[in-house]
């Protein structure tokens, strides 16, 4: 090949590059007029936030004696009327023995139990299996958000289960050694410590808790549908006796008074009385609720009150709290309040002829870019935010102009000059 050719070569394969690449350059610059961002499937919860004071019905249990207390119930546990709820005793070595004898015999029980249903052939090795799952995921959801009072005992049922496998499989025979050494741990601490000298009872049927904040008598649990704002603001609490035992919560529903503000007042007022509530500090996961009372104020702020019915350990101990009101969960296609915009689209009819009839209408949507064309797509928002909107996906009949809306992926021009529908973009 002589030179000249392949300079003319050479000179044409570099004119078409710098063509390409000056090509590129002025789409790159065009497209980035017209940033996209692309629409997404989301579930977001309405929510109103506030500072809630929970109000239980509750009865504090005095200690009138000069002993040492071994509970017999765990916080979050039920009683009976009467029921009892510590033992006494006269020192504290006596105290702690028992309560770890105690402890002894629930893991020799549960050993037992173990080992009775497992031979009797009550139980087949797939309920095992399913049972270790499912304790498995319990215990690494509560390791996971730090709930420590839960994972001891979930490691407990997990072992369980696990003992239970070992003895179905014929890993293990029995349990007969450890409960014979379990049996002589109890004799020897229920031996070597002095017997009880008293109990103490409840005096209601609940839920027990030791925990007293000096809030229990703050608000009068039968008087809830006179209960104020400027009561609830001036809610003071009290000093809690030395001599006190705990407590039983002896109703099941209990209620979260707050304040809101006038626009939240009138969204939970149209809102249907259910609702979720999560204690922020007190436990991970919303919880059931209804609006029980709504009571405006001249000066615009309201007292909100919620009636709850779930109980555990942590709420039991929780009495002021940040709260979040969730109003209701929306999924749809998340998108930037800034991409919307109001233009015309068409609608096409036809008669009984089968002559065509065209109609528009101004309503409101966004743009999006398919290839290099511009399509303006009516949207149906089920929720707002300050940033962002979600809307429907499958609008009911006639919420729409014409049938058509946004779908998912689709590349929504979240800002741009001039924009029309059916606008190239070269």
């Not at 929510?47 to 004071?53: D, M, R, T």
């Not at 101990?317 to 915009?341: D, M, N, Y």
């Not at 779908?407 to 606008?423: C, E, R």
């Amino acid at each position: 090949m002589d030179k000249l050719l392949f300079k003319r070569i050479l000179v044409a394969a570099l004119t078409v590059l710098a063509l390409v690449y000056v090509a590129y350059l002025l789409i790159s610059a065009n497209f980035d007029m017209y940033p996209t961002e692309n629409a997404v499937m989301t579930t977001v919860t309405d929510k109103i936030y506030s500072n809630g004071f929970i109000i239980r019905d509750e009865t504090v249990i005095p200690n009138n004696t000069n002993g040492i207390l071994s509970y017999s119930c765990e916080n979050g546990d039920t009683v009976n009327v009467k029921g009892e709820i510590a033992k006494v005793y006269s020192n504290e070595s006596d105290a702690v023995a028992h309560s770890m004898a105690d402890k002894l015999q629930a893991k020799k029980d549960a050993l037992e139990y173990i080992q009775k249903n497992t031979i009797s052939g009550t139980m087949s090795l797939d309920i095992i299996n399913n049972n270790i799952k499912s304790k498995l995921i319990t215990f690494l959801d509560d390791a996971n958000k730090n709930n420590i009072d839960d994972v001891k005992t979930d490691s407990d049922n997990l072992l369980s289960s696990i003992n239970q496998r070992l003895l179905y499989t014929g890993n293990l025979k029995n349990f007969n050694a450890e409960i014979t050494e379990l049996s002589a741990q109890i004799e020897t601490l229920r031996s070597s410590a002095g017997k009880s000298t008293g109990a103490i009872q409840s005096p209601k049927a609940g839920y027990f808790t030791e925990h007293c904040d000096g809030f229990e008598s703050a608000v009068n649990y039968s008087d809830i549908n006179n209960l104020t704002l400027d009561q609830l603001k001036n809610i003071s609490k009290s000093e809690v006796p030395e001599n006190t035992a705990g407590k039983v919560v002896s109703n099941v529903k209990w209620y979260i008074a707050c304040e809101v503000n006038h626009d939240d007042a009138q969204s939970l007022t149209i809102w249907d009385s259910a609702v979720t509530v999560l204690l922020t500090e007190a436990s991970t996961e919303a919880i059931p609720a209804e609006i029980y009372r709504i009571s405006q104020t001249s000066n615009g702020s309201a007292l909100v009150i919620l009636q709850c019915d779930y109980m555990d350990e942590g709420i039991l101990q929780a009495r002021i709290e940040p709260i979040e009101i969730g109003l209701g969960t929306f999924t749809g296609l998340r998108v930037s309040k800034r991409a919307i915009h109001d233009d015309y689209v068409t609608k096409t009819t036809y008669d009984e002829n089968d002559n065509s009839h065209k109609e528009q209408k101004k309503v409101q949507g966004v743009y999006v870019l398919y290839g290099s064309e511009v399509q303006f797509k009516q949207i149906s928002i089920l929720y707002a935010d300050d940033d962002y909107v979600i809307c429907d996906t499958s609008p009911g009949e006639g919420i729409l102009f014409n049938g058509e809306t946004i779908s998912l992926y689709d590349k929504v021009i979240l800002k741009g000059d001039d924009l029309y529908d059916g606008k190239v973009i070269a």
